[in-house]
């Protein structure tokens, strides 16, 4: 059956790897909307080839490019958060990749679960800041979420069939990013360009700072504590450098179960796209013969002393995931723009964590709103130190 799929963040890692599954599966996928942020160049391209009903950009007048840079096309152009939305709830969609950075996400991840589309779910600051609420949503609207991120694909196929309660540990594996072996004094003089320097991985820019503080695993122990419902004792990171197995369900009986694919995100993706089937890959398969050695470590909170930020959120709920998410985005951004070290950024996000007592929120502004309010306090906290 041909399904007609919405790519949000289509001009990102993760959307042009799922606009390659599309492509290789034109019997199976159509491209319905488009969502991106400032690549007009790029999102052109894409209009071309996939004829897309309707795309939105962020802001305005680059609609007005855009149109311009496509010439005669039948795909309508809308801009900023609305058009989001709309690309997102568009009545022709069946499924909504999720893959647009950030909180700037949860709009219309919420409008596609709202509209009752199955969710691919690669914007994991979405289900972090607002999880209740989206999966609340989903219940109400008949939406499914599917997650798109590799750790939290692997639990969902390990848990497929399996009863929760016999569920002893589910392990999210992290490949310990680019600092994973540097001396310690050294971390806090690396550059944006040593951070950007995934050792596995080709993504985003904010995703990669993230793994390089680790702060990504993180926020995917609070993404699978909502996704998957397990209490955060039976939650668990190890270091795994070859990025291979992307985690291992640990049932009551002693067995571990556990996932493993080659490094290449458009695995995840599809399987989010042809869930619950499995459709041929073009991919060449994992040489299991070739890996020689699988190692694991536990996390040295030394090193990565983010993860005690995000154990923390964990452990608090209510609107602490939202404070660590929205002071992390912040502190990321001065990094990226050159105003803070790669060290300021947990620096930051702890002095913001250390004042912030969490609140009881319940709707989408309130969340968008303690998120704007903690974004600001901690740019003021980086504008006072620098
Ligand atoms: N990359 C990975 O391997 C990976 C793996 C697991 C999960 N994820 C998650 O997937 C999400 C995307 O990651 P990524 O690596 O693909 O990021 P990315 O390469 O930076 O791409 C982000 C996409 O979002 C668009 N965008 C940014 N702000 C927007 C806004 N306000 N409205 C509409 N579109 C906007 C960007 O548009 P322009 O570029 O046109 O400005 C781009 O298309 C993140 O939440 C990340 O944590 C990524």
């Known amino acids: 059956m041909m399904r007609n799929v919405a790519v949000l963040g289509s001009t990102g890692s993760i ?28 999102l052109a391209e894409q209009i071309r080839e996939f004829r897309p009903a309707l795309v939105s950009v962020v802001r305005r007048e680059d609609a007005g490019v855009l149109a311009g840079l496509v010439g005669r096309t039948k795909t309508l152009v809308a801009f900023g958060p609305e058009g989001a939305e709309d690309a997102a709830a568009f009545n022709g969609n069946d499924i909504v990749v999720s893959a647009i950075t950030g909180t700037s996400g949860l709009r219309p991840t919420l409008a596609a679960v709202k509209a009752g589309k199955t969710v691919a779910l690669a ?4 289900m972090v800041a ?25 639990i969902f196929q390990c ?26 004094r050294a971390m806090a003089r690396k550059s944006v360009a040593e951070a950007l320097a995934h050792p596995r991985w080709k993504m985003g820019k904010k995703v990669s700072v993230d793994s390089a503080t680790l702060m990504n ?8 504590r909502y996704l998957f419902g397990l209490p955060p004792a039976k939650l668990k990171i190890l270091i795994h450098p070859q990025s291979v197995v992307h985690a291992l369900v640990e049932m009551r009986d002693g067995s571990v179960l556990a996932q493993l694919s080659p490094t290449d995100m458009r695995i995840p993706i599809q399987v989010a796209l042809t869930y619950p089937e499995r459709l041929e890959s073009p991919l060449p398969p994992l040489d299991l013969a070739s890996l020689r050695r699988l190692e ?50 947990h620096r930051t ?9 969490p609140l009881d929120l319940g709707g989408l502004d309130d969340i968008l709103a303690e998120d704007l309010r903690v974004r600001s306090l901690t740019r003021n906290l980086i504008a006072k130190r620098t």
């Open 296 to 345: 694991f470590h536990p996390v040295d909170p030394r090193r990565f002393p983010m993860i005690e930020l995000a154990a923390w959120a964990l452990a608090e709920e209510r609107s602490a995931p939202i404070a660590l998410n929205a002071a992390n985005e912040a502190a990321v951004d001065a990094f990226l723009g050159g105003r803070i070290s790669f060290s300021d950024i």
């Open 123 to 126: 914007n994991k600051e979405s």
């Open 349 to 357: 996000v702890a002095s913001v964590l250390e004042r912030y007592r």
């Open 130 to 154: 607002a999880g209740p609420l989206l999966l609340r949503e989903a219940r109400r609207w008949k939406s499914t979420v599917i997650p798109v991120d590799s750790e939290h694909s692997g």
């Open 15 to 42: 959307g042009r790897s799922a606009l390659d599954v599309i492509r290789r599966l034109p019997r199976r996928f159509r491209v319905s909307t488009l969502a991106a942020g400032a690549n007009l160049k790029l």
């Open 159 to 184: 848990l497929a069939g399996e009863d929760l309660s016999a569920v002893r540990t589910a392990i999210l594996t992290a490949s310990g990013g680019p600092f994973l072996r540097v001396p310690l």
């Open 217 to 224: 695993k993180g926020l995917e122990l609070i993404e699978a």
